[in-house]
Structure formats: structure tokens, C-alpha cells
């Protein structure tokens, strides 16, 4: 794995390309979920989002990809454009609003389900209906996609016979189909073996570069985080703590979220 | 249209293909082979969306609409029954994206309760139920051009659904939240496909019978998925099962005297077995 870092933890944005967050509440059935949530997204940056279960992680990115009601703010700034407003009726118009490619937690396929990679990618992409044979032209749409996270020869596999890595890999392909502004990873590495994790990671850090992209991820998997990410981001129903991996890792928030005992002159 | 038929099934060397004579068997031939595919292929999602419970609850409510319908005095109690089984799939959709329980608990709510419903209706003032035994078994000799040709519609209507937004309800089946950020109104998909079953499901329970009908929209899509490998051939081979599955029990009904709809039923059974002993090794 290489480790790659352009991590100034700048505050301000000025005219780079970023995603701002600004005081975001979210209330489910009347229980706060959310509140006071405020950090910058760069383009370019690999930020992990880790905290324990129930934090909000989740609800957290289906703010941002505009599916649960919040208040406070959510706007994307385009390297030196005007400012958009997500989840704002009037940010819709076409060609502002930034695309955002989502990779959801691990679904399950019944390991009998009859869905190809090609039919779950083709009703994804396209408005071919897959229980009609998919064309060939959808095909090799498919497998040029598939060739970004080095999955051509996973078209004709059925879901549910993938391994853990592998469909990441696919819903990788998936979010980058079209390529996005912002692209959200809902714990890519659960269930998936150590190659894979590598495999995964060394392709987020190719996508960054190569598309500029910023890549925002939740983990539980703390180990890792040194090598691939610029800036984690502590939650549990707020933001306790933010900055550069070891900073995050170190603090005592760190350790009281995780009833962690910490070394000399810690707290339990 | 129906001349046409006529015409057509004459050529056949049966018995009942005579011509001039018999056109019960011959319009339930047609009808089977319109409403066999229906059921094939709306089967496919109803199996891979685990909605087999749903469809089951789905023709318990299209009784209620029935005893509904019949104690209102209409003429017709199946359109009440339409109607019936619409607002039950709808309002069964709300009820499951705004409660925390899980879907096979919401249905077994809604279920019992139109059950209920249906029998306490049809029983009022001391009634007896026996008019509504007909609908159990289901009587497909019974059906007339004029159904064939709504059948024929419906099953028009639900291609058109499937070219339009099989693709969408399917994403919405495998991860709501990864297809509504990929733009599919998840919900309206949802409430749409139960609305097509729902409709599906009462139009033709006079012919198939209750106690029958969701058999015919398990075993055909659950026998495929034994031997499919990809949403084509699950496709083909639902909607193929169902087919010679239901001309087969047509005739096994007529010549053994037996319901047409537990024979076409049995012999479903039966092609799940075969396609079980024959099934995929993954």
C-alpha cells in the first residue's frame, strides 16, 4: 500500500473544490441523530468517518446524498465556481448539482439469486431492461467500467457468488459510473480479507488522483487508517473530534468513545 | 378476434376442438395462455422482492372486496374488489415504510384483518358463506371473450410496466438507498408493482381460485431460480413453466374432471421438483 498524503488540514476552502458541511441536524422520529455536524471535504482528500454503531455514520452520507430531511447546510464549491446548495430544490438545475457517486454497505445476494454482474450494472446504468438480453454495446459499456476497478472478468458472475472484495469492487465501478464529484463509501471493509482491503484501498488512492475526486468513507477498522487517509473525522451524534489520523487516534475523545484504556497519564 | 381462435383450436385433434362445440374449453384455453404468462412473469419479482406473503394476503383482501361488493349491491362485486385490493396494497406500502416492524409482521396484520373483515361482512345478519365457496376453488370454464380480452389488457399493461421499470424496481429490491442514488423513486416503484398485483390478483381469482392463486405466482419464478443463472433466463423460464404448466392442468382438468386451477398448481409442483433434482451448484 502506498501512502500518499496532501493533507494540509486548511479550514478554509478559498477557491479550491469542497464540500462544506455546516451545523447539520438530522432528527429521526423526533430523536436527534445528528446535530451540530460541521467539517470541509477537499477534492483529492480520502476522509474516513469512524465512531461507534449508532453515531449516525450512515444517516450521515444519506444526508448528503439528499435522502434523509436535515437542517443547516450542505453546499459543494466547484474549483473556482459559485457555491451549490445540496439537497436545495433550486440547486437541482442541471449541470450544478454535483454528482455523487454512493457505495453502499455490502447488500446480500441470495447465493441462488439469477442477477449477473452485467444485469445489476446494465439496470443500473441504462433503461435497458435486463430480463430481455443485454446488447452488446451495454455489455462493453459494463466491462470498460468494470475495467476501472479490475473487474472485467467478473461480468457474467453471478451477485451472490462474489466474495466480499469483489463486490466492493463492483459497486466501486458502479459509483464511478458517471465518474463523480464526491463519492461516499458506506464500510467498504467489512468483509473483506486482507488482500482485498489492500486491493481497495491502493484503488481509492488511484481514483483520487486520477479523477480528483474527494472520497469520504466510514470505518471501523482503525489500523489502516494511518496509510490511507488524509483526515479522519470522529462522530458520535456530533463531531468530538477532527484532524490528521494520528491526532484523531491519540486523543483522549478517541479512547473514551472506544472504552479504551490509553498508556501513561490517560483516563479510563 | 375470437372467429380467430375458433378457427385455430379446430386444427387441434381433440376431442373438445370440434368444430362448433365446446367453447367453454376453448375460451379457457385462451385465457389460460393469457393468464399464465401474466402470472409468469410478474412471479419473477414477486419471488426475488419476498413478497410471496404479500401476494398470499393480497388474495385474502380480494374476498373482503368481494363480500364488500356483494353486500353494496353491485352488480359486479369484482370491480369493489379492485378497488378493495388497490387501497389495501397502497395503504399496507405506507404502513411498512413508516413502521419499524418488518414486513412479514405488517402483512400478517393487514392480512388477518381483512380475513376478518371479509367473513364478518358475508356472514352479517346470519348469511351463509357458502355463496363465496365458488371463489375458493375458482372456475375456469366459466370465463367469456369479454374477460379474455381485459386479461389480455392487463397483460399488455404489465409488459409495458416491465419495459419501462423492471430495471428500477429491481435496484429497489437489492438496495433501497443505492437506488435512490442512482435517481429511482423507490416508493412509487414499490406501490406500483403491489398495485399491478393486486389488480392481477383479483381480476383472475374467479378463474384460478383463491385458495390456488398465489401458487402461481411462487412456483414459477421459484423453479426457475433453480436452474437460472441470469435475470434472462429467469425470465424465460418462469414465464415458459408457467405456460406448459397451465395449458397441461387445463387439460388434465377436463379429461380427469378435476380444478383446473389445483391441477395447473400440481403440475407447477411438479416442475419445481424436477428443476430442484436439476438445480445449479454455486
Given amino acids: 500500500m502506498r501512502k500518499i498524503k496532501h493533507g494540509k488540514l486548511v479550514s478554509g476552502c478559498a477557491d479550491a473544490c469542497c464540500l462544506k458541511l455546516e451545523g447539520l441536524n438530522v432528527r429521526l422520529d423526533g430523536e436527534p441523530i445528528l446535530s451540530d455536524v460541521s467539517f470541509h471535504l477537499h477534492c483529492g482528500e480520502i476522509v474516513a468517518l469512524i465512531g461507534p454503531n449508532g453515531a449516525g455514520k450512515s444517516s450521515l452520507l444519506r444526508a448528503i446524498l439528499g435522502q434523509l430531511p436535515y437542517s443547516g447546510s450542505i453546499t459543494f464549491s466547484p474549483a473556482g465556481g459559485p457555491a451549490i446548495r445540496l439537497g436545495d430544490p433550486t440547486g437541482t438545475v442541471k449541470g450544478t448539482r454535483p454528482l455523487v457517486g454512493y457505495v453502499p454497505q455490502s447488500p446480500t445476494f441470495d447465493r441462488g439469486d439469477p442477477l449477473s454482474v452485467l444485469d445489476f450494472f446494465t439496470a443500473a446504468t441504462s433503461n435497458w431492461p435486463v430480463c430481455l438480453p443485454v446488447p452488446t454495446r451495454y455489455r462493453e459499456q459494463a466491462a470498460a467500467c468494470l475495467a476501472r476497478v479490475h473487474g472485467e472478468d467478473l461480468l457474467d458472475k453471478p451477485m451472490g457468488s462474489l466474495s466480499g472484495g469483489q463486490l466492493q469492487r463492483v459497486l466501486l465501478a458502479l459509483a464511478l459510473d458517471p465518474v463523480p464529484h464526491i463519492l461516499l463509501l458506506d464500510e467498504p471493509l467489512s468483509g473483506v480479507d486482507v488482500e482485498g482491503e489492500h486491493q481497495l484501498l491502493d484503488m481509492l488512492d488511484e481514483l483520487r488522483t486520477q479523477y480528483d475526486l474527494s472520497i469520504f468513507l466510514t470505518t471501523h477498522d482503525f489500523a489502516t487508517l494511518e496509510h490511507f487517509a488524509d483526515k479522519v473525522v470522529l462522530l458520535n451524534k456530533q463531531v468530538l473530534k477532527a484532524g490528521s489520523p494520528s491526532e484523531v487516534l491519540s486523543s483522549p475523545e478517541f479512547y473514551r468513545t472506544f472504552h479504551l484504556r490509553m498508556g501513561k497519564g490517560g483516563e479510563e | ?282
Fill in chain 2, 1 to 282: 378476434m375470437m372467429q380467430l381462435w375458433y378457427f385455430l383450436v379446430d386444427l387441434l385433434p381433440f376431442e373438445w376442438a370440434q368444430t362448433g362445440s365446446m367453447y367453454f374449453m376453448k375460451n379457457a384455453l385462451l385465457a389460460v395462455l393469457v393468464i399464465s404468462p401474466l402470472f409468469g412473469l410478474l412471479s419473477t419479482m414477486v419471488v426475488h422482492s419476498r413478497m410471496s406473503f404479500f401476494s398470499d394476503a393480497l388474495g385474502h383482501s380480494a374476498f373482503t372486496g368481494m363480500a364488500i361488493g356483494a353486500i353494496c349491491g353491485f352488480g359486479e362485486p369484482t370491480w369493489a374488489a379492485v378497488v378493495f385490493a388497490v387501497v389495501f396494497a397502497v395503504l399496507f406500502n405506507l404502513v411498512r415504510r413508516r413502521s419499524a416492524l418488518t414486513s412479514d409482521t405488517v402483512i400478517g396484520v393487514f392480512s388477518s384483518t381483512a380475513v376478518a373483515l371479509g367473513i364478518f361482512i358475508s356472514t352479517l345478519g346470519g348469511r351463509s358463506f357458502t355463496k363465496f365457496n365458488s371463489l375458493l376453488i375458482g372456475d375456469i370454464l366459466s370465463v367469456d371473450p369479454g374477460k379474455i380480452g381485459l386479461l389480455a389488457l392487463i397483460l399488455l399493461a404489465v409488459l409495458a410496466l416491465w419495459a419501462v421499470s423492471f430495471n428500477h424496481l429491481m435496484l429497489s429490491t437489492v438496495h433501497p438507498a443505492l437506488a435512490g442514488s442512482r435517481g429511482v423513486k423507490v416508493f412509487w416503484q414499490e406501490t406500483v408493482f403491489s398495485v399491478a398485483i393486486a389488480v392481477v390478483v383479483t381480476l383472475s381469482m374467479t378463474w384460478v381460485g383463491l385458495l390456488v392463486i398465489n401458487s402461481l405466482l411462487v412456483l414459477p419464478a421459484a423453479s426457475a431460480r433453480n436452474t437460472a443463472r441470469n435475470m434472462t433466463q429467469y425470465h424465460l423460464f418462469s414465464v415458459l413453466g408457467a405456460v406448459v404448466c397451465g395449458v397441461a392442468g387445463l387439460m388434465t382438468s377436463y379429461y380427469l374432471g378435476s380444478s383446473a386451477g389445483a391441477s395447473i398448481t400440481l403440475y407447477l409442483a411438479v416442475w419445481f421438483a424436477l428443476s430442484f433434482s436439476a438445480r445449479k451448484k454455486v
